[in-house]
T-cell receptor, first 117, second 115 residues
């Protein structure tokens, strides 16, 4: 079945540096992917919608210049956290909808833990 | 904008018993999808069950079933014969039937299974 893979699962970076997280659809093409953020003991909050070949759509309050999203191919979307700070430490998870668009199946990646020290 | 509310931060149930998790939502749309996701400690999001709003029949997946009340905008999850592996965070989620497949999540319910 369709699978979405994220990499890395865990990453630690120094404050002020940038870190990239990849989200891949392994056996289907995804023109749209979604990036969520989850703080400890909280729900998933949508950060942005990644659109293949065009600019991402960011949710209100999400800094576009800080969270760079690139969807250069039909199987890969990347989230780059630029000039990371400790408050950016969180769990980031991506999702992609079922390409057959049955309308009700969305696949999630395994998620990525980011710790900024 | 749509909102999803889960009023039970934590629930517990004896193993083999039945538990119901509550979810209400607010929307002005007539066509949409509702989901229950399970998130174990691994943080992987696992789809438990889904419901299309245009279907009157409640969805069922083995031990999991929903009580979908469209007029009341309620979407509860019933877990029968609870098992230790059911322990996890459960999130209710909403998705418009239109072109955007983004999900709006509730705040979650932590389910504990008592042996």
């Amino acid at each position: 079945g369709a699978v979405v893979s994220q990499h890395p699962s865990w990453v630690i970076c120094k404050s002020g540096t940038s870190v990239k997280i990849e989200c891949r659809s392994l056996d289907f093409q995804a023109t749209t992917m979604f990036w969520y953020r989850q703080f400890p003991k909280q729900s998933l909050m949508l950060m942005a919608t990644s659109n293949e070949g065009s600019k991402a759509t960011y949710e209100q309050g999400v800094e576009k210049d800080k969270f760079l999203i690139n969807h250069a191919s039909l199987t890969l979307s990347t989230l780059t956290v630029t000039s990371a700070h400790p408050e950016d430490s969180s769990f980031y998870i991506c999702s992609a909808p079922n390409p057959d668009f049955s309308g009700n199946t969305i696949y999630f990646g395994e998620g990525s833990w980011l710790t900024v020290v | 904008a749509q909102t999803v509310t889960q009023s039970q931060p934590e629930m517990s149930v004896q193993e083999a018993e039945t538990v119901t998790l509550s979810c209400t939502y607010d929307t002005s749309e007539s066509d949409y999808y509702l989901f229950w996701y399970k998130q174990p400690p691994s943080r992987q999001m696992i789809l438990v069950i889904r419901q299309e709003a245009y279907k009157q029949q409640n969805a069922t997946e083995n031990r999991f079933s929903v009580n979908f009340q469209k007029a009341a905008k309620s979407f509860s999850l019933k877990i029968s014969d609870s098992q230790l592996g059911d322990a996890a965070m459960y999130f209710c989620a909403y998705r418009s039937a239109g072109g955007n497949e983004k999900l709006t999540f509730g705040t979650g319910t932590r389910l504990t299974i008592i042996p």
